[in-house]
């Protein structure tokens, strides 16, 4: 069954839990704009939430022949795959008199809030950077997924300065559309760090493709040619809060999803709510109150046509080989 996290919110009767869906959707636009499998079924042990798929590699072709002729033989070329969802979130703690004496400030409201953020921040690195090569609890990400693929293009274009955005947005903007081309139809995001987006609203800006709008939540979404562009975030690894998409050597890249059940989408088990909350009792004994917030999901590309990656976009100075 595929459900969007706005439909999860419907079968909802806890005010709490639906005000806590929405503040995932309003931390971001791809968990907002996701549909999810919820297919999964752990099985009795409930050790694996691992989900199989086929994914298309290359379609079928169709050509023309003459009469007494043979077509050359050519099938559409398919893998088998499995990814997994993982569980992700956090814990806080808050001493009831903090609670009780809440002012302008409301702590369980806040403390909650970001710990929806970190956890949707974790969600998007994952989306982009997860390997489950490298670490065994993460699955697949982005730019695992794509590496070899026939929309894996490399970027020849130079914007590090004004100077050279000025001269150079036009060709900017045309290796862009060149990419998305590339695309199994028009994609539904494109999804790059703050530092590609502002040189994409620039370059959009001067060539009239930029526009922008409001949801219902209030926040303002950038399109590019009326298609959205989204921010992934930062995220903190433990030592220090860096880029989603990173920028490398002045160099970063740009990922292009079209999302639904034949291209990319999410996946999460057989009747999860994909998002769960669990706030505390004030009424029950104890000082200090936990709270925790979760969700569980992962991501699955059945077919590589329908994402892509323009990579080493040169947007900042390049470091100096020594």
């Not at 419907?10 to 907002?32: E, H, I, N, W």
């Not at 079924?41 to 009469?67: D, F």
């Not at 982005?142 to 050279?164: P, R």
């Not at 995001?189 to 987006?197: G, H, I, P, T």
Request: charged share 25%; proline share 3%.
């Amino acid at each position: 069954m595929a459900i969007t996290l706005a439909e999860a919110k419907v079968g909802m009767a806890d005010k709490v839990d639906q005000k806590v869906v929405d503040t995932f959707r309003r931390s971001s636009l791809l968990l907002d704009k996701l549909v999810f499998d919820n297919a999964i079924s752990p099985g009795t042990g409930g050790s694996t939430l691992t989900y199989g798929y086929v994914q298309l590699k290359t379609p079928s072709t169709a050509a023309i022949r003459t009469i007494n002729s043979e077509y050359s033989a050519g099938e559409a070329k398919r893998e088998e795959k499995t990814t997994k969802a993982v569980i992700m979130g956090g814990k806080f703690q808050i001493d009831r008199v903090l609670i009780g004496t809440a002012g302008a400030v409301d702590e369980l409201a806040f403390q909650t809030e970001q710990k929806i953020k970190a956890t949707a921040n974790e969600f998007h690195n994952l989306v982009i950077n997860g390997n489950s090569s490298v670490e065994s609890t993460e699955f697949d990400g982005l730019n695992k997924l794509l590496t070899g693929a026939e929309t894996e293009i490399t970027s020849q274009v130079d914007v590090s300065t004004s100077e050279k955005m000025d001269a150079g947005y036009n060709a900017l903007l045309d290796e862009v559309d060149a990419f998305l081309s590339a695309l199994d139809g028009k994609p539904t995001m494109l999804l790059m760090n703050e530092k590609m987006l502002t040189k994409m609203r620039s370059a959009a800006r001067r060539a009239g493709y930029y526009s922008r709008s409001r949801d219902e939540f209030g926040r303002t979404v950038e399109a590019y040619n009326d298609i959205p562009m989204m921010d992934a975030g930062k995220y903190y690894n433990g030592v220090s809060t860096i880029d989603v998409v990173p920028v490398t050597n002045g160099k970063t890249d740009i990922y292009a999803v079209t999302i639904g059940l034949d291209a990319f989408h999410g996946i999460s088990p057989t009747g999860s709510k994909v998002i769960n909350s669990f706030m505390p009792d004030l009424n029950a004994p104890g000082a200090v109150k936990d709270g925790e917030v979760e969700l569980v999901a992962g991501v699955a590309l059945k077919n590589t046509n329908k994402a892509g990656v323009l990579r080493g976009i040169q947007i900042g100075a390049s470091t100096p080989s020594m």
